[in-house]
């Protein structure tokens, strides 16, 4: 599935955005393909999923990000094509 949310006639990325626990229960998929506008950050584009789903605002500030198998900070400047993943905290395991 495609979130696609044009802004006026500005120039656009496309970004594929790998979904992990609660953030793929709240879409019901494990990943995405979305269009933004170019500028956009990793931390912005998080805020644009919590805005779909306000269930999730509880988890943003525990988050971390990740671009192309890096850990980045919120500011980091999505580039198109970038894989693009958020990382909620985990628990779990054998004891």
């Not at 931390?43 to 990740?66: N, Q, Y």
């Given at each position: 599935?495609?979130?696609?949310?044009?802004?006026?006639?500005s120039?656009?990325?496309?970004?594929?955005l790998?979904?992990?626990?609660?953030?793929?229960?709240?879409?019901?998929?494990?990943?995405?393909i979305?269009?933004c506008?170019?500028?956009?950050?990793?931390?912005?584009?998080?805020?644009?999923?919590?805005?779909?789903?306000?269930?999730?605002?509880?988890w943003r500030?525990?988050?971390?990000?990740?671009?192309?198998?890096?850990?980045?900070?919120?500011?980091?400047?999505?580039k198109?094509?970038?894989?693009?993943?958020?990382?909620?905290?985990?628990?779990?395991?054998?004891?």
């Amino acid at each position: 599935m495609s979130i696609d949310h044009p802004i006026s006639a500005s120039p656009s990325i496309q970004v594929t955005l790998k979904l992990f626990s609660i953030y793929q229960d709240a879409y019901g998929q494990p990943e995405q393909i979305i269009k933004c506008p170019v500028g956009t950050t990793v931390g912005k584009l998080c805020d644009r999923l919590i805005a779909e789903h306000p269930s999730l605002l509880m988890w943003r500030s525990v988050t971390r990000f990740g671009i192309n198998l890096d850990f980045v900070p919120e500011e980091t400047v999505l580039k198109d094509g970038d894989e693009v993943v958020l990382i909620p905290p985990v628990s779990g395991g054998a004891a």
